[in-house]
């Protein structure tokens, strides 16, 4: 479970540039809930997912995973419960490596340092297993260098890997935005599978109407750095497209 209490991220304070990137977000986000947050743009949506993953701290207010008080815990100390899609597909895979090198080191993400995973065949038959539930035939090619593939491909490989090692919480952002519309429905699916087997807590910011209608068993809308609708169970359910394109206009 994640609760966000009283946060708020203040950039540039007392300058002329200040700005009121969150402004006062309380959230319980229940273990296994796939939560999507929609809202315009500089609303305050990846500053939120970028204090929740540790990349950014908050200015005041507090965030905790599991009843661990996480605020100012650095990055890399939380990514035994975290793990992080970004919308360039280049972010989450070493490019040089080859598919199962990088699944190699995926499984050890939160090990510590100096230990290493021996590739034999118990090893590679479980990666091909596993990529071969995506459908795209790369369990064939797991010696293929990473930055051989197309965008679609490696983000749907950077989903599995997440799951790799031990991973809690699945933070999405706009992880299909980059890619074409096949594609990014293969990602969209892959990770709402993986959400649902894994029972991983998720996060995912859109600015896709369709995924967000489409996914997720709660979804929020940031405005100015706060909450301004907030949906869940049978009332995201009973929510039409059209009524998600009003909140937009
Ligand atoms: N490092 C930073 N320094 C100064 N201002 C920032 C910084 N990061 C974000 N901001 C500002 O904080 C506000 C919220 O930005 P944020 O990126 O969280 O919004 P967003 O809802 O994710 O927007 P988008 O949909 O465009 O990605 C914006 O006004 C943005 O310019």
Redesign the pocket.
Known sequence: MINITNLYKV??PGRP?V?N??NGVNLEIKTGEFLVIV??????????LDMVAGSVLPTTGSISIDDEDVTRLADYRRSKWIARVFQNPSSGTASDLSILDNFRLAAIRTKPKGLSIGVNDTFKNQVKEKISTLGLGLENKITQQMGTLSGGQRQALTLLMSVMDSCKVLLLDEPAAALDPRSADIVMRTADELIKDYRLTAIL?T?SLKDAYNYGSRIIM?GE?QIQKDLEGESKQALKQNDLFAWFS
């Open positions: 950039f540039n540039n700005v990137a969150v809202g315009a743009n500089g609303s305050g949506k990846t500053t939120m910011v600015h940031m750095g």
